[in-house]
């Protein structure tokens, strides 16, 4: 045996070693859940992932732990993708990226551009897995823009047997499997469509006010290729105006003011008395897609650490109307409130994607670290909703009655029995699943 053949060897029994690990204090990353598994295991290949699989009764995937309810909890076995983390091959006949299920958005990012390509959108946040953001159409912003879980072209799934499937974009089941919410078994490699490389110049705007919102939702929606809204809900006023525009676009030049809000002088975080130096670059200095797309730095800890989050969809005809139903009610929640950020994403055709056959707007709530206190505010901005056809986004707290989820999808049904012929002795299943699938 050769040096290197010893360094890799020893490195496998190394990764081997660590392969099970006790789970009783390991938390989701904003610590408001200790998972309830009995071991989490991080499997480097099918073979390790198989055993794991057949092993226990309740088993669930797990990727970076960013969610903030249940939906990736489980009393069995926690299967932690986040050593399957390869990019395994780029198509460019397809334009496709195949990767293996754990890779984060931020590596994948760097490895896309330097081969000259990229994705169509990012999340506020590089870390999350590309298979649990996918599952719960995890998304940014963007008219022109579906969310992640769009991008996907073909997706492979161990199912509870052991056995592997793949369903690529035009089987009838494609459209079923990719907003998966851990209910039809592990993902383990998918491909993503991708395009050329492009440049992205973001420009922060303070201040627009709520009645500039009403007649001129669309054209502010429009002025980039991703626009996001910050507000603290005070004074019917939008703290901030985040506009990513494509290098490439015509309306590159920097305004000094947008609507009647001025252009930032510095670079600022959605939450201004905040530091930015975890933001991503603004100013209009053009950059990789990949260090623009997203509101946070790949080697910072996003946002404000320690917090919740909510989040809600919304059919784009109500988008307004439903920004101002919560402005009526801003004084219960607003003690509770760091920030919210209003986004809009292009429809789409997967059957529990939110943006399901419609365009969406995403009303969001970065919460204070208050359970008992944020728990009692969801019904009421739930209640304030309800008229706009309201959806919680999957990873993400709510409150929303099982039925009145199931009513929201058309195609819910279809998921039940597909979840069903997939995984018919519910090996999936935990507490999130029985309440809100099953
Ligand atoms: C700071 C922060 C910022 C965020 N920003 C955004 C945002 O901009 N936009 C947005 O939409 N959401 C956002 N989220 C929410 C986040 O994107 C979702 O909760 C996402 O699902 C997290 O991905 P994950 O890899 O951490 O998945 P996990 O939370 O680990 O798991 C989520 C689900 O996916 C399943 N799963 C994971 N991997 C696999 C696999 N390989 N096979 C089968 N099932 C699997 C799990 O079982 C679970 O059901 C944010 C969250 C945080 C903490």
């Excluded at 309810?69 to 990019?87: R, Y």
């Excluded at 390509?117 to 590309?130: E, T």
């Excluded at 009645?211 to 054209?219: I, R, V």
């Excluded at 917090?307 to 929640?333: D, G, S, T, W």
Aim: neutral net charge; hydrophobic residues 40%.
């Amino acid at each position: 045996m050769n040096r290197q053949e010893f360094l890799q060897k020893s490195s496998i029994l190394f990764m081997a070693s660590q392969w099970h690990v006790p789970a009783s204090s390991e938390t989701n990353w904003a610590g408001n859940l200790t998972y309830s598994a009995k071991k989490i295991v991080y499997p480097i290949n099918l073979e390790q992932l198989k055993k794991e699989v057949l092993s226990t009764k309740h088993v669930k995937g797990l990727g970076s732990k960013h969610s903030f309810n249940t939906i990736a909890n489980t009393t069995g076995t926690l299967i932690s993708t986040s050593k399957l983390d390869k990019l395994i091959r780029i198509d460019r006949q397809k334009m496709w990226v195949w990767v293996e299920a754990g890779i984060k958005y931020g590596t994948l990012g760097i490895l896309l551009d330097k081969e000259g390509f990229a994705l169509h959108n990012l999340a506020s946040l590089p870390h999350i897995s590309v298979a649990g953001a996918c599952a719960t159409a995890t998304h940014g912003s963007g008219d022109k823009n579906g969310n992640l879980s769009s991008a996907v072209r073909a997706i492979e799934i161990m199912k509870a047997d052991g056995t592997l499937h793949q369903w690529e974009q035009g089987h009838p089941d494609f459209p079923g499997t990719v907003v998966n919410i851990g209910a039809l078994g592990i993902v383990t490699k998918m491909a993503l469509a991708i395009q050329p490389k492009f440049e992205v110049s973001q420009f922060v705007f303070e201040n627009l006010s709520m009645d500039k919102l009403k007649e001129h939702f669309d054209e502010i929606y429009q002025e980039g290729y991703s626009v996001s809204m910050f507000t603290h809900w005070e004074n019917e006023n939008i703290n901030q105006l985040w506009i990513k525009k494509r290098s490439d676009a015509k309306n590159l030049h920097p305004l000094k003011e947008f609507f009647g809000a001025s252009a930032a002088t510095n670079n600022l975080h959605p939450i201004k008395v905040n530091s930015p130096i975890n933001c991503t670059e603004q100013m209009g200095v053009s950059g990789p897609w990949y260090e623009r797309l997203p509101h946070f730095k790949m080697g910072f800890t996003p946002s404000n650490g320690d917090e919740l989050q909510a989040e809600y969809f919304i059919p784009r005809k109500y988008a307004f109307q439903a920004i101002m139903a919560v402005e009526a009610i801003h004084a219960e929640f607003a003690p509770y409130l760091y920030v919210s950020e209003i986004r809009s994403m292009a429809a789409d055709d997967l059957w529990l994607s939110p943006a399901y056959q419609q365009d969406t707007i995403a009303i969001h709530f970065t919460w204070k670290p208050d359970t008992p206190h944020v728990m009692a505010v969801l019904p009421k901005i739930e209640a304030a909703l309800e008229p706009f056809e309201v959806k919680p986004h999957w990873g993400k707290l709510f409150t929303l009655s099982p039925e009145k989820l199931h009513a929201r999808y058309p195609k819910f049904k279809d998921f039940q029995a597909l979840a069903k012929r997939l995984d018919p002795q519910r090996r999936w299943r935990n507490e999130f699943l029985e309440r809100n699938l099953y």
